[in-house]
């Protein structure tokens, strides 16, 4: 339960740190063109570097240290504005909020994807399969075939659930770990809006 809770919130904290950077570049509508332009273009470069390094990175338990700067540009260019009206105010109050949680989520997410079981709780495992495998061969009963096939099927079980556990405890390094899909629908949505003629004239 713990790493299928670890895993989950790791993918939890992809969507809430996609969702951010899409809520940003849509905030920024408020905010003076100069300063528009600036965010929406970080924001879509910073979903960019996700897809095209930072998740090969993360697979290797690396991150790109550009995202980093490309956010805080994005939050400079926010937060360096004197608003000239209350509409202004209130598109950077939202931006700068949204700015916010995608970069806690990230450094949540590069936090999660350094961490992981440990050799002790590991070891726990391994003594209780251990436990539950000897266990079942102590049934004394009296057709060996069938007591055998018993403890196979235990021993199948076991195993499985612990190559499972392998691959949960690191969410963006495993064969099953979480991919950038949520980072793929962010672009493939700041496009959408970027070309939408009906979008461009509320833009």
Same mark, same amino acid.
């Given at each position: 339960?713990? =790493?299928?809770?670890?895993?989950?919130?790791?993918?939890?904290?992809?969507?809430?740190?996609?969702? /951010?950077?899409?809520?940003?570049?849509?905030?920024?509508?408020? +905010?003076?063109?100069?300063?528009?332009?600036?965010?929406?273009?970080?924001?879509?470069?910073?979903?960019? $570097?996700?897809?095209?390094? #930072?998740?090969? %990175?993360?697979?290797? @338990?690396?991150?790109?240290?550009?995202?980093? *700067?490309?956010?805080?540009?994005?939050?400079? *260019?926010?937060?360096?504005?004197?608003?000239?009206? %209350?509409?202004? &105010?209130? /598109?950077?109050? *939202?931006?700068?909020?949204?700015?916010? =949680?995608?970069?806690?989520?990230?450094?949540?997410?590069? /936090?999660?994807?350094?961490?992981?079981? &440990?050799?002790?709780?590991?070891?726990? +495992?391994?003594? @209780?399969?251990?436990? =539950?495998?000897?266990?079942?061969?102590?049934?004394? +009963?009296?057709?060996?075939?069938?007591?055998?096939? %018993?403890? &196979?099927?235990?021993?199948?079980?076991?195993?499985?659930? +612990?190559?499972?556990?392998?691959?949960?405890?690191?969410?963006?390094?495993? *064969?099953?770990?979480?991919?950038?899909?949520?980072?793929?629908?962010?672009?493939?949505? $700041?496009?959408?809006? #970027?070309?939408?003629?009906?979008?461009? %004239?509320?833009?």
């Amino acid at each position: 339960m713990v =790493v299928w809770q670890h895993f989950l919130e790791a993918r939890e904290l992809v969507v809430l740190e996609a969702g /951010a950077d899409v809520d940003a570049w849509h905030t920024a509508v408020g +905010l003076p063109a100069a300063v528009r332009e600036r965010v929406r273009h970080d924001m879509l470069r910073y979903a960019t $570097i996700m897809i095209d390094r #930072e998740w090969p %990175m993360m697979r290797l @338990g690396s991150f790109d240290r550009d995202a980093a *700067a490309v956010a805080m540009d994005a939050i400079d *260019a926010t937060g360096a504005l004197v608003p000239g009206n %209350m509409g202004q &105010s209130n /598109a950077q109050a *939202a931006t700068m909020q949204q700015l916010g =949680v995608m970069h806690d989520a990230r450094q949540r997410r590069i /936090a999660v994807n350094g961490s992981g079981v &440990s050799w002790f709780e590991w070891l726990v +495992l391994l003594i @209780g399969a251990t436990c =539950v495998i000897c266990f079942c061969w102590l049934f004394g +009963l009296r057709n060996p075939r069938t007591q055998l096939l %018993m403890t &196979s099927t235990v021993v199948t079980i076991v195993v499985s659930i +612990l190559v499972l556990l392998f691959e949960l405890q690191s969410p963006f390094r495993s *064969a099953v770990g979480i991919g950038p899909d949520a980072w793929k629908a962010a672009v493939t949505h $700041i496009h959408q809006m #970027e070309t939408d003629e009906g979008m461009k %004239m509320n833009m």
